[in-house]
């Protein structure tokens, strides 16, 4: 598992490296797969998705 705070920091380092090779981190994308349990309800996942889009400071979209 995967937290938020270790996501901040892979990201710091891609944008890091981006900078470094003369690309424009902005226009870097990044996806984040969010795995469930099976028995999760939709709201456990959804508020999962909510509060990690909070921390890290990204849509949902």
Not at 8 to 25: H, K, S, V
Not at 45 to 52: D, E, Q
Request: glycine share 4%; net charge negative; hydrophobic share 40%.
């Amino acid at each position: 598992m995967t937290d938020a705070d270790t996501v901040l920091e892979q990201r710091t380092l891609i944008d890091r490296f981006a900078t470094a090779a003369g690309r424009d981190p902005s226009l870097i994308d990044a996806v984040m797969r969010v795995d469930t349990a099976e028995s999760a309800s939709p709201a456990e996942v959804a508020g999962t998705i909510k509060s990690l889009a909070e921390h890290t400071g990204n849509s949902t979209s």
